[in-house]
């Protein structure tokens, strides 16, 4: 799904006729029961805005992918190629504090770059992944030297960016579930050199626990939680399990809840967390926000407005939400998200 349709080449289709093949192949993919519960639910809740999404994340063919080139995996004329075939950085000069080894490329064309295999004992060159799921490392600002908890790592993407924004003094990698953590160490061994993959600890605690077991130990927290994916869920192939999930939606807020609390009490007294999400359900996003803000005396928003208009030239937002989060909203030729991201900080300890 996403990929460029080719010429006429192997498949001996005209460009439109494989279009009009691949439409026809991926509508008959789309989870009706998903579809119909997302139009209640975001009719509701994002208006207008509802129709243009919608578009977009029924349509594969036009999702667009960008590239993480990894800084410690060099590789001469990767660049020249991506420009010619019409990739540009992405956030030029945006956001004054990003490295200049931090470099994400994108294309308004949908499409996707080859997909690099996993080798040991040789790192991949890059990432390849939605260019809004960078926001949330971004708006976390991590700096040489911090102590850093990724709390839900897998599949890893995050953990790579924010190890080539900066080089924390401790980062802690924390995957629950067993498979998934699994995909994270190959991630992290895909991507990260062996000196510094000894730096990183990677886990599988459960992220409940981890703010009594280790309190006020970091300066950053990234919260990239459990989420119903509306992407994913949208292609469903069994129909039961879309029933299932959806039945179980109402309970991944009470669940974002308890891990935003325990990261603020992992978090140290002038730390700051980011929390994420990839959908665009209110009752995931603001909410769990607005609930842990009214509960802990000790947390404050962070204004994050201005990395939003720093960005605004590749990505669409959702009008109307407050300073210290954003929503970015597929739309074609800019196909990121979801993405949910709010930031908060650590005022004291009680």
Not at 209 to 228: H, M, R, W
Not at 297 to 317: E, H, K, L
């Amino acid at each position: 799904m996403g990929r460029e349709g080719p010429g006429t080449g192997e498949t001996g289709l005209e460009p439109g006729q494989l279009e009009k093949k691949t439409r026809g192949k991926l509508q008959k993919q789309i989870c009706q029961v998903v579809l119909d519960h997302f139009e209640q639910q975001y009719t509701a809740e994002l208006g207008d805005a509802w129709s243009g999404v919608r578009d977009v994340l029924t349509s594969p063919w036009c999702w667009q992918h960008a590239l993480l080139l990894n800084r410690f995996s060099q590789s001469p004329g990767l660049e020249s190629i991506l420009a010619e075939q019409g990739y540009r950085p992405a956030f030029p000069a945006a956001l004054p504090y990003l490295p200049a080894a931090f470099r994400c490329y994108t294309r308004t064309a949908p499409g996707r770059f080859p997909a690099q295999k996993h080798r040991p004992g040789r790192l991949k060159e890059y990432y390849l992944l939605n260019a809004a799921s960078l926001l949330p490392v971004l708006a976390l600002e991590v700096q040489d030297g911090e102590d850093v908890l990724d709390l839900c790592a897998a599949p890893g993407g995050k953990s790579v960016a924010i190890l080539q924004c900066a080089c924390p003094g401790r980062f802690h990698c924390n995957e629950y579930d067993d498979l998934r953590s699994r995909w994270l160490e190959q991630t992290i061994e895909s991507f990260i050199p062996d000196p510094l993959i000894n730096l990183i600890r990677v886990s599988k605690l459960d992220g409940r626990q981890i703010g009594d077991l280790q309190p006020e130990f970091y300066d950053k927290v990234l919260v990239d939680a459990p989420c119903s994916n509306d992407r994913s869920w949208l292609f469903s192939a069994d129909p039961q399990q879309a029933v299932l999930r959806l039945l179980q939606r109402k309970e991944l807020s009470s669940l974002q809840l308890q891990l935003l609390r325990s990261a603020v009490k992992a978090l140290r007294p002038g730390g700051s967390l980011v929390y994420s999400t990839c959908t665009l359900s209110k009752a995931e996003n603001s909410d769990v926000i607005d609930l842990i803000l009214n509960s802990c005396r000790n947390v404050m928003p962070v204004d994050i407005s201005g990395m939003a208009r720093g960005v605004s030239q590749q990505f669409s937002f959702l009008s109307g939400t407050q300073q210290h989060e954003l929503l970015v909203l597929p739309e074609k030729g800019r196909a990121w998200g979801p993405m949910y991201v709010a930031k908060l900080k650590k005022v004291s300890s009680t």
